[in-house]
């Protein structure tokens, strides 16, 4: 099994940095063999806000998340920048959890690669 931490930065729309950063989580995801983990910290937090409603033909990231979650994947989400942005834990998408810096040292440690976006 090969094991992969992706840390994402950027906020859920604006840029493409989480959008690319989970597709390529998404897309090793797929493949046999692989753990994959996703945590969000800083505007990435919102990435993981439940009920995302975007125009037709736009990517949505709360997808996104489900697609990697469904597949085994695990979805951690700062929650000290959850708290800095308003955020309250009914409020993240199905799959994500509110997560810790000690857990994402520990996502670390376990990793074989780390990926920052």
Do not use: H
Not at 48 to 68: C, F, H, S, T
Not at 107 to 114: I, K
């Amino acid at each position: 099994m090969s094991k992969t931490l992706f840390i994402l930065n950027d906020p859920p729309y604006g840029t493409e940095r989480s959008y690319n950063g989970l597709r390529l989580a998404g897309s090793l995801a797929k493949r046999e063999g692989e753990l994959v983990r996703v945590f969000l910290i800083g505007d990435a937090a919102s990435c993981a806000k439940r009920d995302q409603k975007v125009p037709k033909g736009y990517y949505n990231l709360e997808v996104m998340l489900r697609a990697i979650t469904k597949r085994g994947g695990e979805v951690g989400v700062c929650g000290t920048c959850m708290d800095a942005r308003g955020m309250a834990e009914g409020e993240l998408a199905e799959g994500t959890s509110r997560s810790t810096l000690d857990e994402l040292t520990d996502w670390t440690l376990w990793a074989e690669r780390v990926v920052t976006f």
